[in-house]
């Protein structure tokens, strides 16, 4: 038996979609176009790339798009200025700063300086703590994607087991928060657990988001379970470069039930997610109706 292969780009496409046709009817209805400023500091290709990419889909949705690319050598009140002027835009409904940011700036304080409900990351500790007690929040965009997949291919996730391995702010703990709050028992396993194999063979739902490549194995998936592999891993083999997941996907995908790949899977659904986002904080601000499952 080998497992179904949940297709992260189409998926996206049609979360796109959605946005793009809620845009249109906030402007047409309502004269409103949503904006999303992304702020990007120092030349890390990488994020080049997702700011490149995020301002393209922008576009293609009807949304409003602003770039600010700074040197890496902006100091840390010339930001925070820049995203005090950004969250006193009345057009911008958004505002995301691309990770990681250089050495010398202190994430969490320019995080915190987001007006929380303009915070389309979900990062900052007001969203974080709203996540935390079930109240309405921005929800951080790779946990919210992958939340949309496992709905889409389950129906309800009442009473399933899931094991998120990794325990980021940005990935690992909102996932398990929203796991949690589809009523799954949730385990969340980290570089100091104790027999991780036998922790994730008691899974339903792998949410494997640690950073190191290939690291699960197809023998620590239950039969049946459903993986889904955040890991964005660039490796050489044989001479050739290679993006793989953290989950090792030929083992995995021969005993799960179903797997997301990489690349092709959780990766679009950030953006995606982001851009629907940006239509939910766009809607609140205005005291509109949100778009129907396009937020947790
Ligand atoms: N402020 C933020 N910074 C970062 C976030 C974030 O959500 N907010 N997430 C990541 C980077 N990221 C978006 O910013 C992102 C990562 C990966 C993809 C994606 O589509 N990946 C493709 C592969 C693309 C490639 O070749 O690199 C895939 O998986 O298919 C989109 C967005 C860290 N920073
Ligand atoms: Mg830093």
Redesign the pocket.
């Known amino acids: 038996m080998s497992a179904t292969v949940i297709d ?2 189409a998926f996206a496409a049609k979360v796109r979609e959605q946005v793009g046709e809620h845009v249109t009817r906030l402007k047409e209805a309502h004269g409103i176009t949503p904006g999303l400023a992304v702020v990007l500091v120092g030349e890390d290709p ?2 080049e ?2 700011v490149r ?2 301002g393209k889909m922008t576009l293609e949705v009807g949304m409003k798009s602003v770039e600010h690319k700074l040197s890496a050598q902006t100091g840390q009140q010339e930001l925070l200025d820049l995203i005090d002027a950004l969250n006193n835009d009345p057009e911008i409904h958004g505002i ?5 940011l250089p050495d010398h700036l202190d994430e969490d304080l320019v995080i915190n300086s987001i007006a929380p409900a303009k915070d389309v ?1 979900g ?1 900052h500790v007001s969203n974080v703590g709203l996540l935390g007690t079930g109240q309405k929040s921005m929800v ?3 946990p919210l994607g992958c939340l949309m997949m496992l709905r889409a291919h389950h129906g309800s996730l009442s009473g399933m087991n899931a094991v998120v391995i990794g325990r980021s702010n ?1 990935v690992g703990k909102p996932m398990a928060q929203l796991l949690l709050g589809d009523s799954c028992t949730v385990t969340i396993a980290h570089s100091r657990t104790k027999d991780l194999p036998e922790v994730v063979r008691r899974a339903d739902i792998v949410v494997a988001a640690v950073g190191r490549p290939e690291m699960v194995p197809g023998d620590w998936i239950k039969p049946g379970a459903t993986v889904i592999d955040v890991g ?1 891993n660039r490796i050489e083999r044989d001479g050739k470069k290679k ?1 793989v997941g953290d989950a090792d996907y030929d083992s995995c995908a021969a005993v799960a039930g179903a797997i997301t790949p ?7 659904m ?2 995606a997610c ?1 851009l629907a986002n940006t239509v939910t904080a766009c809607c609140r601000a205005n005291g509109l109706e949100e778009p129907e499952g396009l937020t947790a």
């Not at 990489?262 to 679009?268: A, C, E, L, Q, S």
């Open positions: 992260g780009r990488a994020s790339v997702y990419s995020k995301l700063v691309q990770l990681p990351d990062f951080p965009c790779t940005i964005i993006l990489v690349p092709g899977g959780v990766g679009p950030t953006i982001l």
